[in-house]
């Protein structure tokens, strides 16, 4: 077998298995939730359409009326329908938040 050839095989079969290895890291790293009642302005914006603005009044309406009780009550936010509330709703969660009133 040439060493091309080999070099070519070995290539191919390299890029596989980090794609592989990667694409599952990133499955699970997709996995993960973010607690509304904790998560800082730059948690919020790795949400799927959750940019600066929209972030910012999430985080203005914990300030004014205190923690999420549930997820159903991020619709209160300005900004966020029920389109968005569901294609949220798997990234998010609403946890009693460790700050001390």
């Known amino acids: ?3 091309t050839l080999l070099l070519k095989r070995v290539f191919v079969f390299s890029l596989l298995c980090s794609t592989l290895l990667f694409g599952t890291t990133m ?3 997709g996995q ?3 607690n509304l009642n ?3 302005s730059a948690q ?3 949400l ?3 940019g600066p603005e929209l972030a910012e009044r999430i985080m203005e309406y914990k300030k ?3 923690d999420f009780k549930n997820i159903q009550d991020l619709a209160k936010v300005k900004g966020i329908g029920e389109k968005k509330l569901a294609m949220l709703k798997d990234s998010i969660t609403v946890e009693k938040s460790s700050k001390k009133k």
Do not use: H, K, V
Request: glycine fraction near 10%; charged fraction near 10%; avoid cysteine.
């Open 38 to 40: 904790s998560a800082t």
């Open 64 to 66: 004014e009326n205190g």
């Open 27 to 29: 499955s699970f790293a």
């Open 48 to 50: 799927p359409g959750i």
């Open 1 to 3: 077998m040439p060493f």
């Open 32 to 34: 993960m939730s973010i």
């Open 44 to 46: 919020l914006e790795t």
